[in-house]
């Protein structure tokens, strides 16, 4: 059974901090990736990789970075969060076709 | 500039009757297709996907329809029932495969009892 995992479901963080979100896929995925979901905005690619220490942007990259130093491993780094960074976090794996989903963090910045 | 649009926030249909969920996009480069659906505080999870040298795909009571002239897809759910009541997003991506999807901003079905 497929199943990707997010280290936290809810998150609240003060501005300024440094934030990491973890997820973990046992699928033997060569990709994964992490999006964010807002209201009325649908869901906004961050970034992905295609493999182990290979990272690519996404449409909203900005102010955020990766990290994938194992294959079953993919880090969301918020190197300084802010407000507007407060939102629904969501990874994905696929090997080719169908992406799965983690559970989502909801992360609050303060 | 979205690429891929849902039109419709939200959408209620009575218990048993059906459901149409539409999505249009603006890329012509676009050739798979797929729907998601999505209940709160939970992952979305893959419904159904279409290619786009085909028309029609369906999967018990879910089929999606692709018009590539229009540039439409739209999933039906028939007889709609209490629990399909989520948000249903739909995306598309390019080289026939979901290594980069674009996704719409979904809407809100809601099957009354």
């Known amino acids: 059974d497929v199943k990707v995992t997010q280290s936290s479901r809810y998150l609240v963080k003060r501005t300024g901090e440094k934030v990491f979100l973890e997820c973990v896929q046992d699928m033997d995925h060569e990709n994964m990736f992490w999006y964010r979901q807002d209201p009325g905005l649908g869901l906004r690619l961050i970034y992905f990789s295609y493999d182990v220490k290979m990272k690519e942007k996404g449409d909203i990259p900005e102010g955020y970075s990766v990290s994938r130093e194992k294959k079953e491993r993919f880090s969301l780094i918020l190197e300084s969060a802010s407000t507007n960074q407060t939102s629904m976090y969501l990874c994905?794996?696929?090997?080719?076709?169908?992406?799965?989903f983690g559970p989502g963090t909801r992360l609050t910045v303060l | 500039d979205q690429q891929v649009k849902q039109n419709s926030p939200s959408l209620s249909v009575q218990e048993g009757r059906i459901s149409i969920l539409n999505c249009d996009y603006t890329n012509s480069m676009f050739d798979y297709f797929l729907w998601y659906k999505k209940y709160p505080a939970e992952g979305p999870t893959f419904l159904i996907s279409?290619?786009?040298?085909?028309d029609k795909n369906e999967d018990g009571r879910f089929t999606v329809f692709l018009n590539k002239s229009a540039k439409h897809l739209s999933l039906h759910i028939v007889p709609s029932q209490p629990g399909d009541s989520a948000v249903y997003f739909c995306?598309?991506?390019?080289?026939?495969?979901?290594?980069?999807?674009?996704f719409g901003s979904g809407t809100q079905l809601t099957v009354l009892p």
């Open positions: 279409i290619s786009s040298i085909k």
């Open positions: 994905a794996s696929s090997l080719e076709g169908t992406q799965y």
């Open positions: 995306a598309a991506s390019v080289g026939g495969s979901a290594r980069q999807l674009t």
